[in-house]
Structure formats: C-alpha cells, structure tokens
T-cell receptor, first 109, second 113 residues
C-alpha cells in the first residue's frame, strides 16, 4: 500500500519568503503525482500534475519537482503572499489518489 | 466551463436513516471518483468509475455504502442505515480520458446525529 507523508504539518512564514513543501512516498513505481490546495471548508483545487516521465512542472509562482528514485516531491512557492495561506496536499495518482495529511501554511502580512 | 458540482452541500441526518449524495462531473469527463475526508482518517479513496462501470470499489468501508453512475455522467453515493462514524465530507472528482488530472467538487458535509 502506498504511504504518503508530508513534513512539516504546519508552516508559518512572513510575506515574501519562499515556501518549500515536502512530500515523500513509499512506492517509487508511481504513475503521477498531483499537488492540491484546500482552503478551510472548501474542496480541493488542483495546482500541478507531474507525470511519471517528467521531473518538474511549473505554473506561475509554483514549481513542483519529482524524484521517483528517492520517493520525493517538492512544491516551491516563490514570493509568498497572504493569499497563499491554505493547506497543501500531495497525492500519488495511480488512477486513484493516495493523499498525504497535508501541510498547513500561514503567510503573515 | 462548469466544474464538478455536488449536492447537497450539507446534510444532517439521524442515525439509521439512508442518505443519497449526488455528483455532477465536468461534462465529457469519463472517469469519476468518490473520496471521503474525515478528521481521523484524512482523505481516503472510496470508489472509481470509468463510464458507468466501477472497476475499483475497494475503498467502500462496508456493504452499507453503494454507488452508481448513469449515462456516463451523474453519480449517486448511497449510505444505508447511517452511523455516526459516517460523518465526514464526501468529495467527488472527475478526470478526462486524455489526462489523469483529477478535478474536485466542493464536497458534501454529512453529519449523522
């Protein structure tokens, strides 16, 4: 069974600082990895999908990398803003998603 | 275009009652998924549909849970004889044939009293 871990569980940074969110998984034979954002009381917003043949994906201030051999993915958010405050979840996407517990980010103005 | 929609947004029911939760996927998406999010268990997979067929029901926690999908579109998740441990947010997602990327609806918050 795929186990997905996200460290740290919570993170608080001042506005403008770069964010680094970590995700690790136990089975390196994954198909894809997806990063999501969840705001309190809301559903999940898909941020980035990295397919297994790719090493990274970028969208605006977001960049996600994937290292299958070490079982890790990292989400970088550049120049954080208070609006980036949310819970970020990674999920191994082998048609069904196996989620980590998430990292709750607070960006202080 | 329209995203995934779910109804109702909130449902409060009494223990022992049956409930039905509805999901309308993004138009044209062939795959549909149900997940559950609870405080103790995090986000967990329930069932996967490809068209109207459910090749993976492995996440359904008991035989009180069932789901169907009709016309390759709308899906209904039914929970019979609800228990307090069924209280959770039920999330639906869909994905197109051409990509594994899943798009989620806003969820249905179920509270069993």
């Amino acid at each position: 069974k795929q186990e997905v871990t996200q460290i740290p569980a919570a993170l608080s940074v001042p506005e403008g600082e770069n964010l680094v969110l970590n995700c690790s998984f136990t089975d390196s034979a994954i198909y894809n990895l997806q990063w999501f954002r969840q705001d309190p009381g809301k559903g999940l917003t898909s941020l980035l999908l990295i397919q297994s043949s790719q090493r990274e994906q970028t969208s605006g201030r977001l960049n996600a990398s994937l290292d299958k051999s070490s079982g890790r993915s990292t989400l970088y958010i550049a120049a954080s803003q208070p609006g980036d405050s949310a819970t970020y979840l990674c999920a191994v996407n082998d048609y069904k998603l196996s989620f980590g517990a998430g990292t709750t980010v607070t960006v202080r103005a | 275009g329209a995203g995934v929609s779910q109804s109702p947004s909130n449902k409060v029911t009494e223990k022992g009652k049956d409930v039905e939760l509805r999901c309308d996927p993004i138009s044209g998406h062939t795959a549909l998924y149900w997940y559950r999010q609870s405080l103790g268990q995090g986000l967990e997979f329930l069932i996967y549909f490809q068209g109207n067929s459910a090749p993976d029901k492995s996440g359904l926690p008991s035989d009180r849970f069932s789901a169907e999908r009709t016309g390759g579109s709308v899906s209904t998740l039914t929970i019979q004889r609800t228990q307090q441990e069924d209280s959770a947010v039920y999330l639906c997602a869909s994905s197109p044939r051409t990509s594994p990327r899943q798009y989620f609806g806003p969820g249905t918050r179920l509270t069993v009293l």
